[in-house]
């Protein structure tokens, strides 16, 4: 049987690849982004409870009410701006899910999507998939910030999408309100969508403050915004997260949602709603994460590795280009095998493959698991 693959230059998830490699290796696992360290008990026993309540069957389809009453407060708190939790929020099976469905509502074939590379590896799956085309955009190194003139000599009238990611994975990057009031001017009177990646929306360091496209109500109006509970609340194997847009998007996102996946796990999402009772746990997330950051960085100052500033997520890009003239992917292998330390070769997320001599570190863990690591880091 003959069979045409709809993704042909697509193989395995470099994160699936360098987490096996770590577990042959018995190496420290700093590439995938998920903590070691333990989810909070009253989330357990939230689960537990509700569980043994019964809500073990389909929830309905846009998540269940309590927790989209949350959502919806939790962002007017941060960001002054509340969606209808019937017409605009809609719960996912993680941010992935979200991304999936928002691309395949808005992308037809031969809409041009524009990427900034590096860029997390779902969006041009996402996007090859519904016959878009991809317009890559190398951000600015090494700040990774947009070239604002060059995204504009980029827009054409095929121009459908715009895909942004800040606080940004893989670089750690963030925007500033400069960044977002040049956006909406680039794109007044154009017809042309955003999908804001917001998932490390609370883990924004250096007493920043996280710049939404939903502080803009004239961006906020052509746009899906993607959050995730998981990375917030460390449950990242829950896989919950979520996407708010007006209306209009939201009918079509949910027309995709629907056949993706449905709905997500009941019991995690009403755990999460009555978790969200208290937002004090939402705003001391940002304050371990840069107490992490911080210690990591101060561990590693005497190797050879050069760090580079880190505004938000819990990643930390190291140079190593005194070290070695490898490229990257070649170096994070042998570092696994022979220092035991895994790390996500940088190169990876960019469409051609630049080669800055960058790795990228997840800090999430514990202390000692950091304490560990860094020794073995030192050592090269």
Known sequence: MNFKSKLKDTGTSIFAVMTELASEQGAINLSQGFPDFKVDRQLIDNVDFFMRAGFNQYPPMPGVSPLREKISLLTKEFYGREYDIDKEITVTSGATEALFAAISATVDSGDEVIVFDPAYDSYVPAILLNKGIPVYIPLTFPSFKIDWDLLKSKITRKTKLIM??????????????????????????????????????????????????????????????????????????????????????????????????????????????????????????????????????????NSRFKPLHSEGTYFQTLDYSNITDENDLDFAVRITKEFGVASIPVSVFYNDKTDNKLLRFCFAKNDETLQTAAERLCRI
């Open 164 to 301: 942004l990611n800040f606080p940004h994975n893989p670089t750690g990057s963030t925007l500033h309100e400069d960044d977002l009031n040049t956006l909406m001017k680039i794109i007044r009177d154009k017809n042309i969508f955003i999908i804001s990646d917001e998932v490390y929306e609370h883990i924004v360091f250096d007493g920043k403050q996280h710049q939404s496209v939903i502080r803009f109500p004239e961006l906020a109006d052509r746009s899906f915004v993607i959050s995730s509970f998981g990375k917030t609340f460390h449950i990242t194997g829950w896989k919950v997260g979520y996407c708010q847009a007006p209306a209009a998007l939201t009918v079509e996102f949910r027309k995709v949602h629907q056949f993706l996946t449905y709905a997500t796990s009941a019991p995690f999402q009403y755990a999460i709603a009555k978790y969200l009772e208290d937002f004090e746990k939402v705003y001391g997330v940002k304050i371990m994460y840069e107490q992490k950051r911080n210690y990591f960085l101060e561990l590693i100052k």
